[in-house]
């Protein structure tokens, strides 16, 4: 079982930056490819980007590419997103997951382990 917890969501204006940090443990985290999704009220839960086990390989959507940026530390068992040139757009609740398959995929239920969400709200 593994337990997810972000932090460093807030409150930033519109071309602010901010750093997501998503801390695990009861695991091993080496093990899992990571997810960075989101939920804005009254949507569904979206992907925002990924990246694999060894933190070679990453994705992102089409709306945040060139602007967020996933990586990890494997010896700090976290995971983090770097958002810059924030957008309006972007406020929503921010969930970090981790996939046991190691599939880097960009699908929700493929993941089987979730936190409980850092709120980022971008002001224009």
């Known amino acids: 079982q593994v337990q997810l917890v972000e932090s460093g969501g807030g409150l930033v204006e519109a071309g602010d930056s901010l750093r997501l940090s998503c801390a695990a443990s009861?695991?091993?985290?080496?093990?899992?490819?990571m997810g960075w999704f989101r939920q804005a009220p009254g949507k569904e839960r979206e992907f925002v980007a990924c990246?694999?086990?060894?933190?070679?390989?990453?994705l992102y959507s089409d709306s945040v590419k060139g602007r967020f940026t996933i990586f990890r530390d494997n010896a700090k068992n976290m995971v983090f997103l770097r958002m810059n040139t924030l957008k309006p757009e972007d406020t929503a609740r921010y969930y970090c997951a981790a996939d046991a398959n190691g599939s880097s995929s960009v699908v929700v239920r493929e993941y089987d382990y979730w936190g409980q969400g850092t709120q980022v709200t971008v002001s224009s």
């Open positions: 009861g695991g091993t985290f080496r093990n899992y490819a």
């Open positions: 990246i694999s086990r060894s933190g070679i390989r990453t």
